[in-house]
């Protein structure tokens, strides 16, 4: 005879002892179950795979932005008309009244080849005062050999990265000769300019790309070398709030200075961060499947012990436990495993990501082969930076999943006949 059903409050101590319980294997099973274990497994692993790729996609994105950014400034200013800044100091003194703007410092840009007894390599000039060289910290907290003391002062000497060192073979003391296509104009055409510089001090910004192929002069050389008399090519202005480089550069307009044009970061740089944010979306809704094919694991469990366990089931209706306290028992024993799951997977990324670099050289050394290759990445170390954000929206999607999945087989678990579930028994 069944006994009347006795509706429980939700999720009674009752309800979480057989839920823990069915949690537990056959004593030849081990502790957790077979299938627990590789539910388990399942939502720690996908959700651990998806916080480490979406923080190396973060961490790639933040330093390629600040080394991009600690050498070429927020906002380029040109003229409309292509020419030379002659009076550049008295733009620069306009352009910093501009709210929000830090500093203007005038360069001059151009191509050159550098050569030595060993090997010659195009490289990039970039001719700028002490004071304007003082303004990044990317170059003048990374000097590695040598020093940049008296950088106005040095007409022969240059600062080159350390990967141009390596290319070109040559310390601090040596000499490298460059040319530049701009030379002095005769009847015949326009002859090479050559000089020969002295390496002063060596940086290394940690972006390969920079370190190969940046040379650093002092302002008044880069002016007699490229043959800009008094003049400049452009001024690199520094705002406070380069997410908000557009009110800057609104503030600039409404200086009134006629014929200038303003190219931001995100303007000279719009392919480059529009490819990584797309690329890293896409990561995130690929990987996410993971978490779904887990949450896929966790409904095939419960299934297959809500069929195991159909007698257990039969006898707890026949003693008075409701359907509602039956959905709940499944319930509990499935989001368990993945409310666990996730954080332990949560613990796993943390950890992982804290160490990603060490991990990566470990993993090096062990397989004897180069998996972040400077040349290909840029970057010399393996970055990761846990957006706490993009982590919350992971750990919020698995446990929604997870109590999701749990759901059917909990209400398939709650239907159950207890006369068709102990009419064999």
Known sequence: MTAPAVDTRPFAPFEWLLAMRYLRARRKEGFISVIAGF????????VATLIIVMAVMNGFRKELFAKIL??????????????????YNEYARKLEAAPTVKRAVPLIEGQVLASTAFMAVG???RGISADGLSALPLITNNVKLGTLEGFDDRTDSIAVGIGFMRLLRVNV???VTLTSPRGART??????????YKVAAMFEMGMSEFDRSMIFMPLAEAQRFFDKGDAV???EVTVEDPESVEKSVAAMRELGIPALRFVDWRERNSSFFSVLQVERNMMFIILS???????????????MLVKDKGREIGILRTMGATQGAILRVFLITGASIGVVGTLAGTLFAVLFCWRIDDIRRFVAWLTDTNIFNPDIYYLTKLPADLNWQTTGIIVALALVLSVLATLYPSWRASRLDPVEALRYE
């Open 70 to 87: 600690g050498l070429d400034g927020h906002v380029v200013v040109i003229r409309v008309d292509n020419a030379d800044f002659p009076d």
């Open 123 to 125: 490289a990039k000039v």
């Open 233 to 235: 090519d452009v001024l």
């Open 289 to 303: 499947i993971i978490i779904v094919v887990a949450a896929f694991n966790i409904i095939s469990g419960l299934i």
């Open 187 to 196: 009847p015949f055409g326009t002859v090479p300019r050559t000089k020969t």
């Open 39 to 46: 539910s388990f497994a399942g939502i720690l692993l996908g």
């Open 173 to 175: 003391g040596d000499s």
